[in-house]
């Protein structure tokens, strides 16, 4: 059964980047799409991005110019970037698997954008 | 994007009711529709993927229906676990989008 687990800083200043990486367990990160998405305090998912395990990458297109998603195959693994952040950007995080609908998800970590 | 409403906003049930909700697109998705559930302080649950296909695990009190441009998710008979915010998400084209969700609560 995969299990994924997000990780990172929990309080990021603004205007730094905020960095978490998404560890997946129990069956191979190839040959599949995994996604970051995010979900302010009572407000619905939105999604950020989405990465395929040879590397080629998917990205909303208001977050576009700030984000970038990577992977490691080697660590089972893949990470997201976001640039200059603001308090608009204080959310929970959460990875997931999948090309379309996503099956698996993180616990997810939440993540607040404050000096 | 393509955006996704949901209605209603909140849902008030009793538990055995049968509940529904329901999910517009702004444009055609064809059956590129799924629907999660989510409780508090947890990651949503997929529990149906291209319209109506029950997700491995899911109760067969779910069930979702509908193509093109509206589409539901039918819960035959709620369950206290079923207490929860439903949303619905697209993947017709490479932007996924969430609907804004419907909060089932206690009557």
């Known amino acids: 059964q995969v299990q994924l687990q997000e990780s990172g800083p929990g309080l990021v200043k603004p205007s730094e980047t905020l960095s978490l990486t998404c560890i997946v367990s129990?069956?191979?990160?190839?040959?599949?799409?995994w996604n970051w998405i995010r979900q302010p305090a009572g407000k619905g998912p939105e999604w950020i991005g989405r990465?395929?395990?040879?590397?080629?990458?998917d990205y909303s297109s208001s977050l576009k110019s700030r984000v970038t998603i990577s992977v490691d195959t080697s660590k089972n693994q893949f990470s997201l970037n976001l640039t200059s952040v603001t308090a608009a950007d204080t959310a929970v995080y959460f990875c997931?698997?999948?090309?379309?609908?996503?099956?698996?998800w993180g616990q997810g970590t939440l993540v607040t954008v404050s000096s | 994007d393509i955006q996704m409403t949901q209605s209603p906003s909140t849902l008030s049930a009793s538990v055995g009711d049968r509940v529904t909700i329901t999910c517009r697109a702004s444009?055609?998705?064809?059956?590129?529709l799924a629907w999660y559930q989510q409780r508090p302080g947890k990651a949503p649950k997929l529990l149906i993927y291209k319209a109506s296909t029950l997700e491995s695990g899911v109760p067969l009190r779910f069930s979702g229906s509908g193509s093109g441009t509206e589409f539901t998710l039918t819960i035959s008979s709620l369950h206290p676990d079923d207490f929860a915010t439903y949303y619905c998400q697209q993947y017709n084209d490479y932007v996924p989008v969430f609907g804004q969700g419907t909060k089932v609560d206690i009557k």
């Open positions: 129990g069956d191979s990160i190839s040959g599949d799409f």
């Open positions: 997931a698997r999948g090309g379309g609908s996503l099956d698996r």
């Open positions: 990465i395929f395990s040879s590397g080629s990458t």
């Open positions: 444009q055609s998705i064809n059956t590129w």
